[in-house]
């Protein structure tokens, strides 16, 4: 098994930057882990994609609504992996979950079978 703990939400101002943390534990990250993920989850709708990153750090991937604002790293020394989040908006406003998957589509909530409990990001206007 893999834990992921999320950590760094917060309420900030439209504007504002937030960094997000997931660190895993459990299972060999390196071994069990191809691709983690951000996704999120404002009130009243379905998860969404957010970034993800492979364990080699190429190819990463973002969803059209974070992309230039957000920047998804890792540090695989730590086990951790983090999402840089810049000019924050309003509708950025979710619970954002840390996920990771062995293989699979990285886009599509149903490939991850590792989740974390997730972190409130509340951006005011």
């Known amino acids: 098994q893999v834990q992921l703990v999320e950590s760094g939400g917060g309420l900030v101002q439209a504007g504002d930057s937030l960094r997000l943390s997931c660190a895993a534990s459990g299972r060999p990250f390196s071994r069990y882990i191809a691709t983690t993920a951000w996704f999120r989850q404002a009130p009243g709708k379905e998860r969404e994609f957010a970034a993800a990153?492979?364990?080699?750090?190429?190819?990463?991937v973002y969803a059209d609504p974070v992309k230039g604002r957000f920047t998804i790293s890792r540090d695989n020394a730590k086990n951790t992996v983090y999402l840089q989040m810049n000019s924050l908006k309003p509708e950025d406003t979710a619970v954002y979950y840390c996920?990771?998957?062995?293989?699979?589509?990285?886009?599509?909530?149903?490939?991850?079978?590792?989740w974390g409990q997730g972190t409130q990001v509340t951006v005011s206007s």
């Open positions: 990153i492979p364990w080699t750090g190429t190819n990463i």
């Open positions: 996920a990771a998957h062995s293989g699979g589509n990285v886009y599509s909530v149903g490939s991850y079978n590792y």
